[in-house]
């Protein structure tokens, strides 16, 4: 699991996956580019943009980003962009191997975290390696943060 650390302050998040943890066991995390046109950036900086419903394909070799959702850019008129079209992204050989492979033989997901802008000004996406939880263990999930929240409550009142 991705500890935070000071590359996390020199990010600006733009949109947050905040399911996919209860949804999924993140086993691995990664660093993606995405391939924007020109309005999507413009739309991205305005903040309006969801990746709770999308995931990462592998298609001939490439992985793509498919069902994410970008807004149109208003001001950008006939020369805007379709909101969810695949958007490919940017990985270095060694990932796309290891992510193709754990895909094919584990079974595993690729989920997509969050979407930035890092100290650059460059999007990125934080895409994860995860396996799909059981009805049993988000169950417990929940169970864990319930007893955390109350413990957290208990020690505050005991002061």
Do not use: C
């Amino acid at each position: 699991m991705a500890k935070k650390s000071a590359a996390d302050s020199n990010r600006k998040v733009i949109a947050d996956n905040r399911k996919a943890r209860y949804n999924y066991e993140i086993e691995d995390t990664f660093e993606a580019g995405i391939e924007l046109k020109g309005t999507e950036v413009k739309a991205l900086r305005l903040g309006k943009s969801n990746i709770a419903e999308s995931y990462a394909s592998n298609e001939g070799g490439e992985f793509w980003l498919i069902n994410s959702y970008i807004p149109e850019y208003l001001q950008a008129n006939r020369f805007n962009h379709e909101p969810r079209r695949k958007r490919k992204l940017l990985l270095h050989k060694r990932e796309m191997a290891k992510l193709a492979s754990a895909v094919q033989k584990d079974g595993k997901t690729i989920v997509p975290l969050k979407l930035y802008f890092n100290k650059r000004g460059r999007a990125k996406l934080e895409l994860a390696l995860a396996r799909g939880k059981k009805l049993h263990d988000k169950r417990e999930t929940e169970r864990r943060r319930d007893w955390a929240r109350e413990k957290s409550r208990l020690l505050k009142n005991a002061g």
